[in-house]
Every structure is written in C-alpha cells, then in structure tokens.
C-alpha cells in the first residue's frame, strides 16, 4: 500500500459508486465523500426521484438534494438502456484496487445487484438499502410509525400518533450504511474477499427500539410507556417559559445538576420541605421522575419570574444541562455569528441556491486541518470527466450524449465541455 | 497482516477501550463489537452514571444500559485513583497492533486525554464524543432545543415547543464515532499514524439539520418554516384514522404511488375534478403538498368508511407506502412473531432481567451467517480476565479488589471468581 491519506481525509482513494435517492444512501456517501473518499453519485438524466424535495431555492432548486450530496462527483446515464448500464457496471470494475464498492437504495435493479456486479468484480463491496429486510419498500415515516415512537411523543394527552419531522431512522440508516462499506472494506484488506450487505430502515429502527430499552420494557414490564409530553423519561428535565415569553429546556440528569439548579433557583427550602412531606429522595432519579409534576411546578414559577437574560445569567454558574428552545431562522438570523464561528460551517456558493452557510462532516480531526466543505455537484457535472477516466474518447462521449444515454449538466453543449 | 475475519465479524482484531455513559459513546462502541471488534466498557466501581437510566425491569436493573451495551466486555476500576488510572492506561497500550483505540464521552479527565494516552501509545487512536464543539456539556434535548426541530414538530395548531422522545442526536453521534474510530483506523493501517478525533453532539444535530435543507431554507427562502403535524413536508404523506378506530401512516412520495392511491381509494373522479378547479397537477409533489389539506379530507373520508382489514387489503396492492402505527406493547405482544421472524432479533437471557427479544446489528452480512446476539456483560464481570491479560496474577488481582482499586460483578467474592 502506498496510500498515505492526510489525517482530514483518512478516506482518500476509496472509491464508491452511489446509485441513490432521498436521505439515507445519499448521507452515507456524502459522509465518506467528506472524510475523502471518491464517491460518484449516479442519475438517470434528469435525476432521480428526489431531484426536486422540498426545501426549493426560488430558482426551483432543491436544497435537501445539495445538502446531501455534497463533495460528490456526478454521472448522469440513462440507467434503463443496455449501454448506460455497461457504463456504470464499467465504472464500479475499473475503479482499482481500493475501489469496486456499490452504495444503493435503488433495489428493483436486477443489473445493478451483488449478483449481476460481482462477474465484473469478484472482490466488489455492495451493500443495499432497504425499507425491510424481506426486501417490500418501506420509508421514514412509515417505519416511524410502524416501531412505537410516533405513540409516546408529543404533548401528554394529545390523541393519536405524532410523527417526527426529522428523518431520524434515514440518518441512521445511512450512516449505518457507511459503517457497513468500512467494515467490509477493512475485511477486504485483509482477505482480499468483497461482500453483499444489506441495511433495512425497518431494522435499523427495530435495533434502536431495542436498544434503548422500549422493547424489552414493553415485554418484561409490561406497563405501556406513557406519553410524558416534554418532560424526560425517568430523570427531571422539562421546558418551562420565560417572564419574556422564550422557552429553555432544562435537564437535571445527575444529582450534583439537581442540587445546582434547585440552589440557583433559590428553591432549596421549598424543595426540601417537599422532599420531607413526600417522603422522596430527589437526589435519586426515580424519584425526581416520579414527582416531576410537582418539581416541574415550582420551577416553572421561577422561570415565570425571570427574563431570558437572568435565566441565562442564573443557569451558567451551574452544571445543570440547558438551551434556549430556537427556531431554524434564529439559527440563521440571531445567532449567525455563532454559526459562521463554528470550524464545521463554511460559506458554499451553490448553482441555483446561491451563498449560504453549510455544514461540512461533524467529525473534527483534531489537530489536522479539517477538511474544505465542498459544494454539491451539478446534476451531470462530472459525465464527461468521468466517461473520460473509463478511456471514452471526446468522439464516443458526445455519440452517447447525441443518442441520449449520457447527459452533462443542462443547458451546457456538448458534455465534452463540462 | 494475518487477519481473516468472517464476514459477519468483519472487526476481528480490533480492540478498544470504551470509557462512557448515556446513548453516543455506548451505541458507538456496541455497534463495533457487533461486527466483531473487542470492545472493554470501563466503569467507576459501582457503575457510571447511566447505571440506573430507565426503563428498569422489576430487579432494578436497567434494561437501558442491557440494550446499549451488548456485545462488550465490562472492567470495574476506581477511575479516581491512581492505580486504576494506570491499569486503564496500560489496557490501552498493550492492546497489540489492532487496538490502542479509544473511545469516551468523559472528557473532564485529562489522564484519558489524548495527550496523556499517546505518550503510552504513540500511534493512539483516541475519539472524543463532546457536547460542544468548544467542550461545553450538552444532551440530546439541549441540543434539540438548540437547533430548531421541536419548533416545527407536533400537531399543527401547539403553541411551544414538542420534544422528540427517540433520541436522535445521540443515535447519530454515537454512529459518527463509530465511522471515526474506523475511518482512522484505515487511515493508521496506511500510514501508522494516530490521531485525536473529537464528535460533538451539537456539531452532529447542526450538521444534519443543514444537510436536509433546514438551514438554507431559513437563510435563502426566508419563509418560516410551518408546523405542519403528521403531514409530510413537500410532497403528500398523513395519518389516517379507520373506521375501527387504528391509525394509518400513508405515503405518496412519487407521481406513480399518487396515481395509486387515488385508484385503490375510488376517489380517482372526484380528485380530477377538484384538480381542474384548482387548476393543480397532483402528479407533482409540489402541488400535493399545497392541497394538501383538501386531498388529505377527501381520503379522510375513505378511511373512515373502512376497517383496518380492509385498508391493508386495499393497499396492499398499491405502490403507495404506508404502515398501521404500532406501540411497543403491540411490537412486542400481536406482533411478536413478526419481531421472532426477523433475523436481527435474538432471545437474550440477560442477567437481572430476564428472557427478551433483542435486537443484533442491522446491517445484515448477506450470505454469511449473521454473527450470534450476545448479551451486556454484568458490571466488572470480566474485570479478573481483563487483569489476567495484562499479566497480573491471582494474588495481585485479589490485591487490587481488597483496595478497591478494581471491582468483580457485585456479590461475586474475590474477582479472581468472576
């Protein structure tokens, strides 16, 4: 091996060829695309399903598509003809030796398998998305509903289910994803074998209801988990508002964190008056769980009292775990300054979007430089250049785009010029 | 390198040294012990904090910390002496080529630091999971608060803010140190380089809520973001209640499973009535979303009208995505055969709790043998062993727990037992 890969791109010289849509293939490969990896994210001309998902810039372009391709390379192929498929069956063979990895949520592709891409590349690393592990399609939010969490969220006697806005089992999915390409890859190296793996949406959050312990406490303790609203299961932490009508969330997860934000409330003799007629122990978390209504109470009278200004003042001298509830456009607006300060933004000029702050990976490598955030790629932007590195002449390229199995970006001429 | 590991313990090999609490940093380490690696959780005699976090089974054991821990082996040390701190230190050094790893959520400690580590262990791979990017403490439910999801979650119509009761922030962390830990891993195999990588939990929650598009709608769309309830954002997806009185998340993500839906329902003549009064183009998600209230009464309706049996009927031969919502009592009680069907789920046998389902790691290996579910240790149940293996004997070990340097499982006698 002769990689040395800089310690920002602990990645570089991997190569991943993403056939994708939506959230959770598209993180996975952005994120190893950000730890340097070269990922090529495919399309069909035009692009994929989720070319146009909302959030759109005025110019009609999509900002969830740029946030979560970014540091890609793209290729657009008319996936359904015979020759855009030899294509990116080219590009996933004769991509070296630390390349020869498949990222895909795009299942119903016979073509596009571990079956069909391994006759090309017998070492291949292919790992598939999908909704459940039977392979029948499934997405966010119906897994969400599906597993439990939508019944337990939302404000204590709200009726019927509340959905996340998040797409939280995507996110882990696609991460999961990229755990599934190092692993196997790291299994490469050593053996010199690929692998066909597989991560469903369904599993990955069945795994985490488990985890957490919602499974087994709905077998073994058999009492329904109650939906608690704001507050936090099984320890004190609640929101309460401000005299100046903001909302802070407080967690008091320790007992030092409880005895701090009962001292700097000034509720110390309330409380233990109250510890001593409930016969409880506050200092446990069971016990500040189980009292929460009564807890939550006092405080929320503190809270009343005092501007956002004091609360803040007050909760920074002690450990207690807190924040000011914000909204996307103070994040932007107000706090611009604390976001632009933040090493992990950077100010990208996207095509079609425009400058905005973006994130780059939330992994900080320490003392190396992080790495540049780089800008999403136009759709077709990288075609030619790629078609290039697979030895197609400027001849052959501008046949295939003249016959419509390969695009560049639109509106550009021939992809030659990309 | 003589390494061969099997694909479903792709791992083999690696070890490392998990010094942590709560959800990141454990759900990190689990999920590289799940796909092989050696992974020691070290805790203060009598256990971290998180050693009673609810849910608790009817002993008192914390399903919590059984689910978040599987598939490691545990050493109890006094972490706030000297000696402890030394055996810590050493079980990171002598981990042979594959380990000097660590991994920890306690970063007030500076003999766990980087900097102290490395000078024992020059090529340390050491990830920090923070709260903060500037090492300030934060949870899941500050940092939510903090980047703006519970202010668009929750049923249209709330006033204030709705916490998520699935915590997604640690979820993602505790997955980002995991691709860290294996991201430089690769990078050290390369090079023989080290390296202090550091996640914070405020950077992931920042990062993915600019990834999906949140935070360049707010700065370049300027339009608050709504709260919408159960309704899919951008394109057409809501809840449903049937006649029978259960809940139905349904989705239509592309024009093919709109056309679907309407068909399956009868409501086909009414929606292209009210499309040409509209003059709207349901097959775009654009417009599906901002009828979204009309479309969604006219299903409404339809559902109403039926009984769960004959919604999933119906459905069922669409392209249309959709799930009945569960609880967890439902998952683990009607449902169970589907959870025993699922290859990920195991009955563990877990000391203090008892026989449960658990789940193993989602990403499933393909043809290999999806590697066996293993339960969490109990607190210092591999303390003696774990001793052994840096050379100690016997009598040193029984030294060491009549101090109270280190700890066996409680009510174990001498460690050298265990």
Redesign the interface.
Same mark, same amino acid.
């Given at each position: 091996?002769t990689?040395?890969?800089p310690?920002g791109r602990?990645?570089a010289g991997m190569r991943i060829v993403e056939v994708s849509a939506f959230?959770a293939a598209p993180?996975g490969g952005?994120?190893l695309a950000q730890?340097g990896a070269e990922v090529v994210r495919v399309d069909p001309i035009g692009g994929a399903?989720d070319r146009?998902?909302?959030?759109?810039?005025?110019s009609g372009a999509?900002?969830?598509w740029?946030?979560?391709n970014?540091a890609k390379r793209s290729l657009c192929v008319d996936l359904r003809s015979p020759e855009g498929q030899e294509l990116v069956t080219r590009l996933v063979a004769e991509s070296g030796p630390d390349g020869g990895i498949v990222l895909t949520n795009a299942v119903g592709r016979p073509w596009l398998g571990?079956h069909a891409l391994t006759r090309h590349r017998p070492d291949l690393i292919h790992v598939a998305i999908e909704?459940h592990?039977d392979g029948t399609?499934?997405?966010d939010?119906?897994?969400?509903?599906?597993?439990?969490?939508?019944?337990?969220?939302?404000?204590e006697g709200?009726a019927?289910?509340?959905?996340?806005?998040?797409?939280?089992w995507d996110?882990?999915?696609g991460?999961?994803a990229?755990?599934?390409i190092?692993?196997?890859?790291?299994?490469r190296?050593?053996?010199g074998?690929g692998?066909?793996?597989? $991560?469903?949406l369904h599993?990955?959050a #069945?795994?985490?209801?488990?985890?957490?312990?919602?499974?087994?406490?709905?077998? @073994? /303790?058999g009492v329904?988990?109650p939906r608690v609203?704001?507050h936090?299961?099984?320890?004190f932490?609640r929101?309460f508002?401000t005299r100046d009508g903001r909302?802070?969330?407080v967690?008091a997860?320790?007992a030092r964190h409880w005895r701090d934000l009962v001292e700097v409330t000034g509720l110390k003799a309330a409380v233990t008056a109250l510890e001593g007629a409930l016969g409880a122990d506050f200092s446990t978390?069971?016990d500040r769980?189980r009292h929460r209504e009564v807890l939550a109470g006092l405080l929320a009278g503190w809270f009343a009292g005092h501007d956002l200004a004091q609360v803040e003042d007050r909760l920074r001298r002690t450990s207690a775990?807190?924040?000011?509830?914000?909204?996307?456009?103070?994040? $932007?607006?107000e706090r611009a300054g604390e #976001?632009r300060a933040?090493?992990?933004?950077a100010l990208l000029d996207q095509p079609g @979007? /425009?400058e905005?702050?973006?994130?780059?990976?939330?992994?900080?490598?320490?003392?190396?430089a992080r790495p540049e955030v780089v800008r999403a790629p136009e759709l077709g932007e990288h075609t030619a250049e790629i078609l290039r590195g697979l030895g197609l002449t400027a001849a052959e390229i501008e046949d295939l785009r003249a016959r419509g199995v390969v695009a560049g970006p639109a509106g550009a001429g021939p992809v030659g010029d990309a």
């Open positions: 091996m990689l040395a890969p310690p602990p990645l959230v993180l952005m994120t730890l399903a146009s998902r909302w959030p759109l810039a005025p999509s900002m969830y740029a946030g979560l970014k571990h909704g592990h399609p499934a997405v939010y119906t897994v969400n509903a599906a597993v439990g969490f939508p019944m337990v969220t939302g404000p709200h019927g289910p509340v959905n996340h806005v998040l797409p939280a996110i882990a999915c991460l999961y990229a755990i599934a190092l692993a196997a890859e790291r299994r190296r050593a053996t074998q692998q066909a793996l597989r $991560v469903a599993d990955v #069945l795994a985490m209801a488990g985890n957490l312990g919602f499974l087994a406490e709905a077998q @073994i /303790g329904p988990r609203g704001n936090l299961y099984g320890g932490g929101d508002a909302r802070v969330m967690v997860l320790t978390e069971g769980y775990l807190w924040s000011v509830y914000r909204t996307f456009a103070e994040l $932007v607006g #976001l933040n090493p992990m933004m @979007i /425009g905005h702050l973006a994130p780059g990976c939330p992994i900080d490598p320490g003392d190396a």
